[in-house]
């Protein structure tokens, strides 16, 4: 009895990231209320187009952390650690140089926003060299 519960609820988490997976899970078909909603957002921040598309993902708050991933893309980003607006909260780090969203340069700031790298670790970027939007 107890093994053919654990079975089922397992089954029932495998369907649910299936659903998550193929973009499901809010539609009526995953919610079972006949009701149709779109799927969640997430917040993430992408770099902005005055700097290349690209933004660096670093180990600290710091242009002296391990870079550990990059940006390349204006349109998809690293997730938010907090999914609030704005990414959360900031971290006073050390100071960088980027450039605006125009293009022109002269951006200084030492604000910091926390992110997950590609394997879910935090990670951190420079907040005014991105973007924070909900995909």
Partial sequence: MVRESLVRRLACVVSIAALMTLGLVGTAEANGTGTAQPAATHWYTTPNPGNDCGLNLRSSASTSGTIVGHLSSCSQGAWCWYQTGGCGSTVTGGSYTCN??????GLHDNKWARV??????????????????QL
């Fill in 100 to 105: 605006y969203a125009d293009g022109s340069s």
């Fill in 116 to 133: 997950a790298d590609k394997n879910g670790k935090l990670a951190y970027v420079a907040k005014s060299c991105g973007f924070a939007q």
